[in-house]
């Protein structure tokens, strides 16, 4: 179900 | 130099079961603060964030930024050797490349030592926005691991459903389907199995079961488990550490069809 993202998509790299 | 020392092996321990399935290898990153881990798992899907305050160590010791790479099968090895009652105790010093442990019992008639050599790990550090949910659900942990363990007869992904009335998980696959649903319960009498929402508008997310259970061998560390969410952005399940820390993933979810 559904497509799995990517947690690093979210948040960015510092 | 670090030098840190925990009342219980068992801590420690309990900790790196609660994260080596997701991760190998990882930098535990300490200063005066206390210690702290970040890392991603090998398909960039979840993210563990670990936090150890100074405070919660008797004495805790850094007097500068000491990043120790650390092989989690490695760690695994030595604290296998550690009792759960032993008081641990680790040290490094500022360019050394080994953690010394040790481990000391009670009574403080048997002291064991061991060296485990510290690896340079080049790992991409992510900035986690404050962010306000749109719903809060604090649960018992040990309710949040049955409902993932039977859910993931059905299928290899839950949907959650939050409304005010309730939180929904639910599967669908092959054999059939189920769900449970857990209602806000405001009048139980035992705190540690209440289920509280806090609700700013209704969250419908789908996710990957088998992250869950990988986060739920966290639940000797906490009888509750706090899930955030908003639609659309990854979930944090959060297992707080008595007086210490915490645990927190981070996963993102499933999206459209």
Redesign the interface.
Known sequence: ?14 | MLEARLPQAKLLKSLLEAIKELVVECNFDCNDSGIAVQA?DS?????VALLLRADGFDPYRCDRNLPLGINLTSLNKILKCAGNEDILTIKASDDGDVLNLVFESKDSDRISEYELKLMDIDS??????DTQYDAVVSMSSGEFQRICRDLSQI?D?I?IDVTKEGIKFSA?GEVGNGSVTLKQSGSVDREDEATTIELQQAVSL?F?LKYFQYFTKATPLSSRVVLSMSND??ILVEYKLDNLGYVRY????????
Not at chain 2, 43 to 47: F, I, K, N, R, T
Not at chain 2, 124 to 129: A, D, N, S, T
Not at chain 2, 250 to 257: H, V, W
Request: hydrophobic share 35%; proline share 10%; glycine share 8%.
């Open positions: 179900i559904g497509t799995q993202r990517s947690i690093d998509t979210f948040f960015d790299p510092t | 991603m398909s960039h899907v979840a993210l991409e550090h992510l900035g986690i926005p299928s992904s949907v669908s789908t990957s952005v990854p981070y996963l993102a979810p499933k999206i459209g069809d």
